[in-house]
């Protein structure tokens, strides 16, 4: 038995249920609609039914074609700071005169990663008051965790399981972006990552699908303003890269992706419907190419997904210059030919290329284009400007003041976002938290550095901004002569006597702090790695200082999942430190000193080996599943030279407390069809300090008509215990929970036996069994 349940919790249901299935669509269909375009693609009836004034039918009556392409172009400011610029590949983006004279002539709709107040408000006074149809502009960037203030990467964030710190950093960012001018981000990205070789992961929320999908609703909340789309402080939210990205064959950033539809509808969707139930007003395509058809040229993802079956009314933009790149991935013949492509295919804006402003006026010419669909994708970027205030007060992000360069009004939550956000992998006999009166040697590549705080995609702020763990630490302890510090090396390579200066410094002291792991720029976009581990010469400096015996905390830097080698591993204490942003070497002292309690709980499974990859835990059974306590045994899906398991599984976080779960309880286990089972754990704080306990709730159903994994997260909760409190943590399990798509895509749930775990982690815990009963 089984049923259709729309109303999906958190992985978000379509807001508009589909009038027309596109699941049968044949090859040949299915080309066609990537390629060429027939006019019943368009929904021009509903698209005016959408326009509130008549502001907008009037500006697109007055619209000459030219004027049209123009507003569907958008180009890198060229005002921009040079981390912005570097942000990119080289492109032609013109003069501040040149651009001004493009507004002016109705060429340019909006530009993006400008950063200057002054300058936005003169390309706008020349929108207003010189070009014909006085269209404002709209400034876009790339404000990913935070514009001057810098929150955690967002991976990093995602570890602290904390929705509503997530939903204030973006609020935070908007705000600060907003005030010099900004109006629509590019921001969040929510491509689910499972394979750490890949460089983005950094960007998003891991390799979870409820996690990744809360997070998603959470950050765009946040950059939109809880949906008040016109107030000065908000910013329009775009939900990137449909879809897929993250899965991106052996890891390589922009290289295909070929992947099944369950794949699609239970991984790589959800995020992307969570953010459109939250409001997200905007999506951009992504880089890759999804099974043979580049996302780009895709009809089936944008007009049958995202458009007739989600209902998405707002605008889709291209990822740079993803448009043009429709040539080299071999699936248009020319510039013209990509354009035409890509604007059939379902994207209505093109960013950086500059195809759609030079050829959409002759397609439509031509009649390859039909000039209805220039208007209904004109018509969604008026949309975004009227939904942004723009139209009643073009300056409304622009009257200034901007909040401060190096502004103390977010100091306090950057700080926050930094502590909840690390995770302690380890802490052997409770070596950690340290007392300030103890000698301690810092060493490590960074900590004498403002560099490697702020992480990637950081192109308005500076790490002029941060402080060196090396200062702070200093006023942080007793007496600053308790601390002595050395580099030992460099990221990458050996310095000459580096090793022999570490060791002196570690001579008197009670402790090493190791801080080694990537430096910022061993993650971002197009920064894949073959091999996920610590660079050698960081090891061995690991490796000597080890042989000191003295204890060691190795603080990891990192914004994706590491192989540890022995050495690392065998650390006393290991805190993820990851890429914490303006507040990092505050945030890490709180943490190591005790003035914080770490909280943060692993959004990505660390593995045991680079081949491992990609490896996640909500993985399939296989029919020849390794037996746990005898894994070496042959014929089971197992590998000869490592355990297929995690090094520290996802979910995984210590605390200062020492919290002891008790058996889960669900009663008699009977789920009814259409009520709810409550399932509980009794938690208890064993340890002398309080905690934040994030307690994870998994599920595996037993017998499925589609195989599913053998554990998936699917609601948690954080409690705070002080020390020897005990509480129980409850929840309310109900069937659209096990949600699952069925044989034919449709979201079903069955009947039968469930496994479920209340756990401190994805491999913890054991199972108890619950039964969803028949209806
Ligand atoms: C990235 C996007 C980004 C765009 C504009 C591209 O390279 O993939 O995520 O929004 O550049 O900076």
Known sequence: MRANIRDMQDIGAPYAPPSVSNRNLSRRQFFLSATMFTGILLMPQQALARTKSGRIDSLIKAMTLEEKAGQLTIMPAAFASAPATAANPAAVAGTVEEQAQQIRDGQLGAVFNGFNLEWHRKMQKVAMEESRLRIPMVFAGDVIHGFRTIFPVPL??????????AERTARAAAQEAASAGLAWNFAPMIDIARDQRWGRGTEGAGEDVLLGSRIAAARVRGFQGNGDLNRHDAMMATLKHFVAYGAAEAGLDYSSVDLSRRAL?????????????????????????????????????????????????????????????????????????AARIAFLAGVDMSMTSGLYREHLPDLVRSGEVPEARVDEAVRRVLELKEKLGL??????????????????????????????????????????????????????????????????????????????????????????TLLTVARGCDTNAAIDGGIETALSAAKDADVIVLVIGESERMAGESKSRTTITIPQPQRDLAAALAATGKPIVVILKAARALVLDDTVAKADAILLGWFLGTEQSQATCDLLFGDASPSGRLPISFPRTDGQQPFHYARKASGRPVIPANPDQEYRARYLDTLHTAAFPFGHGLTYGNIVYGPAQVGNGNLPWNGQLEASVSIINKGTRPAREVVQLYIRDRVASVTQPIRRLIDFQAVNLGAGEECTVRFIIRRDQLLFSGVDYDMVVEPGAFDLWLAPNAEAGEAVSIQLAAQ
């Open 156 to 165: 990093a964030e995602a570890a602290s399981f904390d929705l509503d710190l």
């Open 265 to 337: 509808e239970d991984v790589y969707f959800p995020p992307f419907r969570a953010g459109l139930n939250a409001g997200a007003g905007t999506v951009m395509a992504a880089f890759n190419e999804i099974s043979g058809i580049p996302a780009h040229g895709n009809s089936w993802l944008m007009r049958d997904i995202l458009r007739r079956q989600w209902g998405f009314e707002g605008l889709i933009v291209s990822d740079y210059t993803g448009d043009a790149e429709l040539i080299d991935h071999g699936f248009a013949d020319g510039p013209r030919e």
């Open 391 to 480: 139209f009643d007060d073009p300056y409304n992000r622009l009257n200034g003041p901007a909040i401060a360069a190096n502004s103390p009004a977010f100091r306090p939550l950057a700080r926050e976002a930094a502590q909840k956000s690390a995770v302690l992998l380890k802490n052997d006999n409770a070596l950690l938290p340290l007392s300030k009166d103890r000698r301690i040697a810092l060493i490590g590549p960074s900590v004498e550095s403002q560099e490697d705080q702020n992480g990637s995609w950081i192109l308005f702020g500076t790490p002029k901004d941060t402080t060196p763990l090396s200062d702070v630490m200093r006023r942080t302890l007793a007496d600053p």
